[in-house]
């Protein structure tokens, strides 16, 4: 069996897809194969982060290599920065272009602490990192402030784009976190919404769930190209 292969067999990662980018072994690589900023590596050395989890080992090397994908990892395996990091590296700096990047997410309460740990990964460096509030969906002031990352439920940022004509055009990362409690809570129209409002060609998408079930599967192939699969342990635990 090659390298990689084994590598993937012992951390329990499962991929489908073609022309998969090797795992990371450890964070270090992120310096040495990707380039990637002192400051992120060090911030996730003060955050006491060391080696990445499974879901972290595939999920990175996939987006920084410019791969949409779909991800199924259980809950508390480390999803939030399998996707923050690659998207500040990404992203390299803060810019005044408009929204660069949104997270999605079910609740307000999960939206917040996703922001938060952004921040965390993103300390030391000047990134617009921004929270969606009932404040800034209902004034047109978010039209106007720089976002380099934009963290919402889709409801809230559904309305923004609707009543103040929030620009999504731009964004160049859409991440669906916790797409499995999108779907049940109902949330599929406006991620839907969203998801065409993005309407840049070379954007990337991603999807992480905690569950994978057939109807999350669906809604990843069908907003997604050429999307690689990666589950970590069973499919549904
Ligand atoms: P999930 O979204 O998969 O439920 P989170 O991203 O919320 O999980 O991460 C759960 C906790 O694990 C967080 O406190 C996070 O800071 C921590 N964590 C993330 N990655 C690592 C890692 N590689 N090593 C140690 N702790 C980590
Ligand atoms: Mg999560």
New binding site residues.
Partial sequence: MERDAIFRKQHNIHTSGSNIPSPLHDFSELRSRYKCKPYILRNLAE???????P??MQAIPLLLSGRECFAC??????????FVCPMLMKLKHASKDGVRAVILLPTRELAS?TAR?CKKLAKGKKFYIRLMTKQLANTGEFSKLPCDILISTPLRLKSAVNKRKLDLSRVEYLVL??SDKLFDLGLLKPVDAIVKACSNPSIIRSL?S?TLPDTVEELARTIMHDAVRVIIGRKNS
Avoid: H, N, R, W
């Fill in positions: 955050l006491g982060i060391k080696e990445p989890t879901i972290q990892a259980p809950t508390g395996s480390g999803k939030t920065l399998a602490q740990e976190d916790e992480f905690a």
